[in-house]
C-alpha cells in the first residue's frame, strides 16, 4: 500500500452555460493513495505545469457529438500537462520519466490511458514548453500550417489571435518559409509583440478596427492566401470576401463564440464557391503520428534561437480557474501555463 497524502484538485462544479466564470470552479482537497492499482498498466503521476487551453470552454458545457467528451461535474478538470512518474504498471513507463499527456489538474492523478501520453526525452529546453510549442499546441500549429494549408513560399498569411500558444507558432512558420505575414490580437502589447519578437509583417488590434473588411484590404490588398483561423465570427465573414482564388482556411479554432449562448452565424459562405476555396477544419489528435518528425524539425529551431516562445505562467494550481477563464477576455499574453509544482 502506498503512502497516502493530500491532494489538491480544481473541480468543476456544474456544467456551464454562458460565460465561464472562476465560481465554477473550485479547490478541494482530498487526499491520494500513492500507488497503481495492482495488475493495471495505469501510471501515478506528480503533476507539474498544466496547460489551460481554449478548447477546455466547450469541455465545461453538456455537448454531445464533440470530438472530445465532457468534463463530469464534481470531478477534477482534465488537460494537458506535464507530470513525473512516480509509479508505472506500464513497461513502456519507469519511475523517474517525465511524460507529457492529458491529466488531472491536482497535484497527484493516476492516469488509466498511458497510451496518450509521450515521454519526455529532450530535457534542455524549459519542461513548461511541453505544454506548448513542444506539445500539443505545437502540433496544432504545424499540422494546421503545414497539413492543411500545403504553403508555399511567397503568399500571404493572415492569423488571428496570433500571439495565443499557436498563432505565435504559426506566424513564424510562415516567416521561414517566405511568406507575407499578419496577426491580430486584442491589445497594443501583443501586437507589439508581433512585430517586434515574433516577426509578423504587420499586425493589428482587431478592437480598434470598425470596419474589419476595409481593415484587411488595407494589409493584403491582393488578397489572402491562407487564413489559419482562430476565432471565427466577424473575423471571418471579413476574411472570406478578402480570400484569393483558390485560398486555404485551416479552422483550428473559434475562440469568439465558446461562451455565446448562440453562436454567431457566418454570410459570406457563397465566396467558398466563387473563389474555389478550400476551408478545412481538424484535431490535432489525428497527427500526432508526426510528432517524432515536428521535433526534429523544432527543437534544433529553438536551441539555435530561431523560433522564440512566449508564456504566461500562472503560479499555483489555485491560480488555475483564474488563468483558464482570462484566456476568454485576452488576458494572456503567450501560452498560459499553470506551474502547480517545481519538481
Not at 149 to 178: D, H, I, N, R
Not at 296 to 307: C, F, L, N, S, V
Request: hydrophobic share 40%.
Amino acid at each position: 500500500m502506498g503512502e497516502e497524502v493530500s491532494n489538491k484538485q480544481i473541480i468543476l462544479k456544474h456544467h456551464v452555460t454562458g460565460n465561464v466564470k472562476e465560481c465554477d470552479m473550485e479547490l478541494k482537497k482530498t487526499t491520494i493513495k500513492l500507488n497503481v492499482p495492482e495488475g493495471s498498466n495505469a501510471l501515478l503521476l506528480k503533476n507539474l505545469y498544466l496547460s489551460c487551453d481554449p478548447y477546455m470552454r466547450a469541455r465545461m458545457s453538456k455537448t454531445e457529438g464533440s470530438y472530445i467528451e465532457p468534463f463530469t461535474p464534481d470531478a477534477p478538470i482534465m488537460g494537458i500537462g506535464v507530470a513525473k512518474v512516480l509509479e508505472s504498471g506500464d513497461s513502456n513507463f519507469q519511475k523517474g520519466d517525465l511524460v507529457w499527456g492529458m491529466t488531472g489538474w491536482e497535484e497527484y492523478s493516476v492516469v488509466t490511458t498511458s497510451q496518450t501520453f509521450f515521454k519526455i526525452h529532450d530535457k534542455d529546453v524549459p519542461l513548461s514548453y511541453y505544454t506548448g510549442i513542444l506539445g500539443m499546441p505545437g502540433m496544432t500549429a504545424y499540422a494546421g500550417f503545414y497539413e492543411v494549408c500545403s504553403p508555399k513560399k511567397g503568399e500571404t498569411v493572415f492569423v488571428s489571435a496570433a500571439s495565443g500558444a499557436v498563432g505565435q507558432l504559426v506566424g513564424q512558420f510562415a516567416k521561414m518559409l517566405g511568406c507575407y505575414v499578419v496577426g491580430s490580437a486584442g491589445s497594443k502589447e501583443k501586437v507589439d509583440l508581433l512585430k517586434s519578437k515574433f516577426g509578423f509583417d504587420e499586425a493589428f488590434n482587431y478592437k480598434e478596427e470598425h470596419d474589419l473588411d476595409a481593415t484587411l484590404k488595407r494589409y493584403f490588398p491582393d488578397g489572402i492566401d491562407i487564413y489559419f483561423e482562430n476565432v471565427g465570427g466577424k473575423m471571418l465573414d471579413a476574411v472570406l470576401v478578402n480570400m484569393k482564388v483558390n485560398g486555404r482556411i485551416s479552422v483550428c479554432g473559434m475562440i469568439s463564440q465558446y461562451n455565446l449562448e448562440q453562436t454567431e452565424g457566418v454570410h459570406n459562405l457563397f465566396c467558398l464557391i466563387t473563389k474555389r476555396i478550400r476551408m478545412e477544419g481538424f484535431v490535432v489528435t489525428d497527427y500526432y503520428h508526426l510528432y517524432p518528425k515536428y521535433l526534429e524539425m523544432i527543437i534544433p529551431q529553438i536551441k539555435a534561437g530561431k523560433i522564440v516562445y512566449v508564456e504566461d505562467v500562472a503560479e499555483g494550481l489555485e491560480s488555475a480557474p483564474s488563468a483558464l477563464v482570462g484566456l476568454f477576455s485576452g488576458r494572456n499574453v503567450g501560452k498560459q501555463v499553470v506551474v502547480v509544482s517545481s519538481g
